[in-house]
């Protein structure tokens, strides 16, 4: 592997980019000395970064050196589920996989018998989608939907905007109104919050609506604890109140929106006194909001994901995304919305992934589905399952059909991983894989329109390997000899980067070399619908969407409630009567660094957050272990009574691993594999629980 020079005193500063599933994507600089990397900081160079990084990834070099790395390949030798494995080489590791895969391939159930699960563990395109992909699309295996957290949301903001494309995140500096919408961004996109200051200090107020007082609602001039699932309601509400009263920008409709007398009529039929019971917001603060949103420019909002893992996630964000355009805040340096911003990197993923070699009529399976998947899909079964950059026995939804699965004697689970994880405890064979500081790879992010090279830091550590390197030694195990499995990680970036898009211009291998990260060739400031230009079908903000109409949705901004609720299922909201979300953690990223025990410690145990109402008619004080359940299973926990979640609401922050808990399980005991409305999307925040004291057992 290359890796750059030294200078004279022996010591190397390598800039690369944090691997993680987080909007920021940041450049960080890596110290090493005598090949160890002894230092870790945020690049400061960089403008978005700004020379630091989140309190879990400055514990990054603890995680990289952690005592609990798995270094070599190993092979199972207890139960499935144990985790009790024996040493082996890798040949002799590479040997079985490629012969297990080649038995079922050729066997009576066929390539598609064989399904790939990955995730974002690193977002990086090398690590994450380019060899693997060639690999299983040349093998001809099923196709993995990767849904698990922004399926249903992507979608819905497309049909209305176009593509992932929003505000910046230097542009909140500019605004005066700062909507923050399902979106806890102190914890999990911590890089724009010193824009927000800015924007602060200059006298913007910030709302922040939410259902539970998060850090950054609590940071917030206002907090609306909203009921989840409910935002398309509240935001249909602010339309009506900013059509009744003429706040909208009648221009920026006229020129630049499909559909603005529709959606007039539409959202006629909504005033707040409908939406205040289904949000639980009163009807007054629902007007005001939507007076002040109207009248104060610049007006920006920023929603995540969040408010979109419900029944109705993907409307939910095809119609908040609306907003900018009816009171024309897309005009102003300032104004808009962001969720993501990734649709404005137009990388060479064709090149990278080879989609020309799937087989026709490959089946697609839904990731969030994995527990149906393991237990019911026949036709062909799933016989083989091969893990990497995730941890779904941790972060898949109803765990117990996960962890059916993954028992499965039939079963053969080989995962990459670089820790024994609670998925990893069900693998035949776990190969290590090398962290962020041993490979190359190219990442881009969601929330900055900034491209970031990754160069290694340091040499491999144990006999760990590169997920790419795994893929094209499996390949040429299985004797596929297409020259496109000879390519090495940096003829991927290279690849990647091949593109005529004006985005691309002048972003090159050798620059990334050189500078670490590059701004796209986009304006600054770059106000992306000032003008309309939005690159839906109409090249306008459809608040009229033709497109849904023609796949079977309301093309009119709708409501849909949450599939568990006293709305939709009076029946099971009496057994359960709160509804459950689990969001993450702020010394987590989803499943990973809780086995870094100064992380660990920080947050301490997992736990239930409950208002005080519906602690005491439960009998529950904080302290004391609670057991969360539905008809879908029962996890343990300790309860914290606060009132910083609204009343018929629980928050169990995410993501555990089990076998760190208390009883072995997490959250996912009790979310469903239920899909949203759009896109196949993951619905586990769409959850009703009852929640009971355990009570100590009697002394005997
Ligand atoms: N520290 C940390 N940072 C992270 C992550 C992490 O695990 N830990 N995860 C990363 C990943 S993968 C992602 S996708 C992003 C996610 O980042 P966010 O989008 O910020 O996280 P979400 O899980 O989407 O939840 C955001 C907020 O939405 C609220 N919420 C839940 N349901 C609703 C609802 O129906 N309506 C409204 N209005 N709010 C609701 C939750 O209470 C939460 O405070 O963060 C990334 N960054
Ligand atoms: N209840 C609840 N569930 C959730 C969420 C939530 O907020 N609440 N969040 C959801 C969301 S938004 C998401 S995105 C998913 C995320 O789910 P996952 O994508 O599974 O993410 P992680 O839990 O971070 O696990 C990633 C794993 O990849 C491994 N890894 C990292 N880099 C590499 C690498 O280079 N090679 C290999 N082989 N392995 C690597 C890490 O060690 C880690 O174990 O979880 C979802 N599940
Ligand atoms: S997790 Fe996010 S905030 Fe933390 S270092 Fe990585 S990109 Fe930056
Ligand atoms: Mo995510």
């Excluded at 020309?356 to 399952?385: K, S, Y």
Aim: charged share 20%; proline share 8%.
């Amino acid at each position: 592997m290359e890796l750059p020079p030294p200078d004279s005193s022996g010591i190397r500063r390598v800039v690369g980019a944090c691997p993680h599933d987080c909007p920021d994507t940041c450049s960080w600089v890596v110290t090493v000395q005598d090949g160890k990397a002894v230092d870790l900081r945020g690049n400061p160079d960089h403008p978005i970064t700004r020379g630091f990084l989140c309190t879990k990834v400055d514990r990054y070099i603890e995680r990289v050196y952690h005592p609990g790395r798995v270094l070599h390949p190993l092979r199972r030798v207890g139960a499935k589920g144990a985790g009790k494995f024996a040493r082996i080489t890798w040949d002799e590791a590479l040997d079985e996989v490629a012969s297990r895969f080649l038995a079922i391939a050729q066997g009576e159930y066929g390539p598609q018998a064989i399904l790939p699960y990955s995730y974002a563990g690193t977002m990086g395109f090398v690590q994450g989608q380019s060899m693997d992909r060639r690999f299983f699309h040349k093998l001809g295996a099923s196709l993995l939907v990767r849904t698990i957290c922004s399926t249903a949301g992507t979608k819905g903001y497309k049909y209305t905007v176009g593509a992932s494309i929003g505000t910046p995140p230097e542009a909140f500096a500019a605004a005066r109104f700062i909507l923050i919408w399902g979106s806890n961004i102190l914890t999990s996109n911590v890089h724009l919050w010193p824009f927000i200051m800015e924007a602060r200090k200059q006298g913007a107020r910030v709302v922040c609506i939410d259902p539970v007082r998060t850090r950054t609602a609590a940071q917030s001039d206002r907090w609306l604890p909203i009921r989840p699932g409910t935002d398309a309601a509240l935001a249909l509400a602010m339309m009506h109140v900013i059509f009744a009263e003429g706040l909208e920008d009648r221009d920026y409709i006229e020129h630049y929106c499909l559909g603005g007398d529709l959606l007039r009529e539409r959202v006629a039929e909504w005033a707040p006194e409908r939406a205040a019971p289904l949000t639980g917001l009163p009807a007054e603060e629902i007007a005001a909001l939507a007076r002040d949103y109207a009248t104060t420019r610049p007006a920006v909002i920023r929603v995540n994901y969040g408010l979109q893992r419900h029944a109705g996630g993907g409307m939910a964000m095809r119609t908040i995304s609306c907003l900018p355009a009816v009171v024309g805040a897309w005009r102003d340096h300032g104004g808009g919305i962001q969720l993501n911003t990734s649709g404005a990197f137009p990388l060479n993923t064709k090149a990278l992934e080879c989609p020309d070699l799937i087989p026709p009529a490959t089946r697609a399976l839904n990731m969030i589905e994995l527990g149906r998947i393991l237990n019911e899909v026949e036709d062909p079964p799933v016989m083989a399952l091969c893990i990497y950059n995730s941890n779904p026995a941790a972060v898949a939804p109803d765990q117990e059909e996960v962890v059916r699965g993954l028992k499965r004697e039939d079963l053969f689970t080989v995962v990459l991983e670089q820790f024994l994880t609670d998925t990893t405890d069900y693998a035949d064979i776990v190969l290590p894989a090398t962290t962020q500081f041993e490979h190359w790879d190219l990442n881009k992010p969601y929330g900055h329109y900034y491209l970031q090279l990754n160069q290694p830091a340091i040499a491999p550590l144990g006999e760990c390997k590169p997920n790419s390197e795994v893929f094209r030694l499996l390949a040429y195990r299985l004797g596929f000899t297409d020259a496109y499995f000879e390519d090495s990680d940096t003829d991927l970036i290279r690849q990647a980067l091949a593109s005529n898009a004006p985005a691309l211009q002048g972003i090159t291998f050798e620059r990334l070399l050189q500078e670490g990260f590059a701004r796209l060739s986009i304006p600054e400031p770059f106000i992306p619908f000032a003008e309309g230009r939005f690159p839906t079908p109409s090249g306008k903000c459809e608040f009229y969407s033709a497109q849904m109409a023609r796949d079977g949705f309301d093309p009119l901004p709708a409501f849909t409630p949450p599939r568990e609720s006293a709305e939709s299922a009076p029946g099971l909201a009496a057994r359960y009567p709160l509804a459950c979300v689990s969001p993450p953690a702020h010394y987590f990223l989803n499943s990973t660094f809780v086995n870094v025990d100064h992380l660990r410690r920080r947050v301490g145990e997992p736990e239930l957050l409950i208002h005080p109402e519906d602690a005491d008619d439960r009998g529950i004080a904080t302290g004391d272990m609670v057991r969360i359940f539905n008809d879908r299973g029962t996890f343990t926990v300790k309860a914290r009574v606060t009132e910083g979640v609204r009343p018929g609401v629980v928050m169990a922050p995410g993501v555990w691993w089990g076998k760190l808990g208390p009883d072995g399980r997490n959250i996912h005991r009790v979310t469903s594999q239920a899909v949203s409305d759009m896109a196949g999307g993951a619905t586990f925040y769409d959850c009703l629980v009852e929640v009971e004291a355990i009570l100590p057992s009697p002394l005997c």
